[in-house]
Each structure stands twice: as C-alpha cells, then as structure tokens.
C-alpha cells in the first residue's frame, strides 16, 4: 500500500495522498445539507486508501474530503470560502500538504455543497490565485439548480413555514441555510444572475461542469433537471444519496462516482 490516510474529525476532513511520491493533482470532495465530509461518499476514502494505486488513472490524484457543520452555515459563500480556503492551503504546500504544492485541481460536490461550488466558479475575487487554471473539471451530484421542493429534510419543513416570508435576519442563525434551499429563493436567483453576468462578459461561469441528476431524487425533484447554461448534464436512475455511493459486488466496485474520478485527465 503506498497510501496514507488522515482522518481529523475534529477538522471535519480527511486527506489520502500518496505516501511513495508527491502528487501534483488533488480532488476535493465537498458534502451536502446533513451530510458528513466521510459518510456522505460512502467507503470511497476507504477504497481509495486501499486500491487507487493500483488504478491508472486514479493513482495519479490525491483525495481531500472537506466538512461543515451544516447549521453553522448560513449562505452558499459560506462553503465557497471553505473550499477557495482550502485549495490555497494545496496549491502553496501549507500544513497539512507537507509541503506539496498541487497545479490540478477537480472538484465533487453533493447536493448543498455544489450550491457553495457553484458559487465560487463565479465569483473571482473569491478564487484563489490560478484556480481556475488549476480546474480540471467540477462534478456537481444531485444539484438543486432551483432549490428543493423538500427544502425541509432534516425537520425543516417545520422552519421554513415557521419563518416563511420573514427576512433572514429573524431566523435562528444555525437555520439560516434552510431558507437558501427553498425553490425561488433570493440567494439562488442571485447565484443565477451572477452566472449569466459572467458569461455577459464572455466567461463561462463554471469551466468544466458535469452535473449529475437522478430520476429517482426526490430532494432534487423535477424541478432540477431544469439546465444551466454551461452544464453539461447527466441523468441516472439513483436517488439522491445513492449516486455518490461506491456500490461493492463480489466482481467489482463500481458506481458514477468512480466512473467521474476514472475519467479524470
């Protein structure tokens, strides 16, 4: 095994990188609402900890799975600070990269987390210097390109009636992310316009962006599968969840999530 994994829950994240030879190309995986920067993908660190290396494709990128307390964050800038912050931390070899500053960068994102993505690929003064250089591609899994109709999993169909139609400086802080999730919501019209502005200006808001979307998602809902400009989109039968789990048989472990990561450059 020539690959190390640190596990700092504390932190809420987790880094597995070649302990052999330096890598130059890192992912950064970022979760969703109520999801944890390890279970929301399942075994994945686990198996690539275990078997990346004896992949092509996959031995060449190290692995970093980023965590936030969901109630601690009340707008998607929030989650694009975190991840911009953390890519800087990569590309300039500060602790804990030990030194090795990486020149690629793809990022995966679920749910909530592709929101927060979303909103650093279009908004520059946020990036750091030569990210998008550095961006390979974004694959964003289950979306909500136009809020949630569930906007409420996790108890929040209860909050946001509760607080429906007042302004977010009334809400319970640790709630505040709830109401950028609702369908129509300010916050999402405006990461809208942003993205349409930028292409104004002859950028595309979100360089190389898959988007993954299940038929099955019902915390997505229809009303996902609506396209943004730029997005080159995807649709499978897996529900929400599903779709970033690594699925093990007695052959082969498989799933879309190791489909995207095989096809990496």
Known sequence: MTRALFDRQKELW???????SPNSKLVIFVHGFSGSYLSTWGELANFLTQHADADQKLSTWDYLFVGYETYSINTYMAIA??????WHRASTGQPPFDNNAYTQL????HSLGTLGVRQLL???SKQPPGMMTALKKAVLF??????????GM???FRIVDLFKGKPAAVLPKNFRIARALVEGNPELEMLHVWSKTMRLHGKSAFGPTKVILGTDDHVVGMGGLVDWDDDDKAVT????SGMVKIVNNAQSTQGFLLDELRGLP
Do not use: K, W
Not at 14 to 20: C, L, P
Not at 81 to 86: A, C, N, S
């Open 14 to 20: 987790a880094y597995v990188r070649r302990s052999d």
């Open 81 to 86: 600070d975190l991840v911009g912050t953390q």
């Open 106 to 109: 793809a990022i995966f994102a």
């Open 122 to 124: 279009c908004a520059a």
């Open 142 to 151: 289950g979306s909500p390109l136009n809020g949630s109709p569930l906007a």
């Open 154 to 156: 996790g108890g929040l």
């Open 237 to 240: 039968a897996m529900d929400h």
